[in-house]
């Protein structure tokens, strides 16, 4: 492990290095680094937008902005990783493990991470619980890119951050008009598509009544 990578990407060096002493792991690895790890972070989303149902108009204003907040960094994300051009690491590097396809678009920032990101905070916006599920499976797929060889460090560490900071943002830029559009259908025959019938709905804009959301109504 002398000198493969250089000094400047240990978290590389590390966890490529684990994928070399760790054979019997490389099929689940691979898999979740491909598309288990989505698959997840996306029936947390599902998960998340369900226990928001419970709670207020503006926990599911989160939970519609999470997704829609993830898209809008991943399009970001397109216009650094072009800007930046880094090749993968198993282009660039000699002796990396590569156990994932080989792809030709450019490796910084992570697109897996990015929307581990975005899930990731608006979880957290939902439900401390659901944040730290989707804390656990989102890190575990930036860290599982690294082992599988399909990113440097720093690229998850750039992903993780543009798709959270992006979800954040919208928390006071997208969410306060999504609940007002909430609280509009949920005052109509749609109700059931926002809120169930036991969430009370904001008498006015920015008002926030929920039946049991402290982490969405002060979080």
């Not at 790890?37 to 989303?45: C, D, R, T």
């Not at 450019?106 to 730290?132: K, T």
């Amino acid at each position: 492990m002398t000198n493969i990578f250089g000094s400047s990407h240990p978290i590389l060096r590390f966890l490529n290095g684990l994928a070399k002493h760790t054979p019997w792991l490389h099929g689940v690895a691979t898999a979740y680094a491909v598309w288990a790890g989505l698959v997840i972070l996306a029936l947390l989303v599902v998960a998340g937008w369900l226990r928001a149902r419970t709670q207020s108009v503006r926990s599911v204003a989160i939970a519609v902005w999470t997704p829609i907040g993830c898209v809008i960094a991943l399009g970001f994300n397109q216009l650094i990783g072009h800007a930046v051009a880094e090749p993968r690491p198993y282009e660039e590097l000699r002796n990396v493990d590569r156990l994932v396809p080989v792809t030709h678009d450019y490796s910084f920032p992570s697109d897996h991470a990015v929307a581990a990101g975005g899930v990731i905070v608006g979880l957290w916006l939902i439900e401390r619980r659901l944040g730290i599920l989707g804390a656990i499976f989102g890190l575990l797929l930036a860290a599982d890119r690294v082992y599988v060889g399909a990113h440097y460090g720093h690229d998850v560490i750039a992903g993780l951050l543009l798709g959270g900071l992006v979800v954040l943002l919208g928390r006071w830029l997208v969410v306060p008009i999504l609940e007002r559009i909430g609280a509009i259908i949920a005052a109509t025959r749609w109700r059931p598509l926002v809120v169930n019938a036991r969430v009370p709905i904001p008498a006015h804009r920015g008002s926030v009544v929920g039946s049991g959301s402290s982490s969405a109504a002060h979080g």
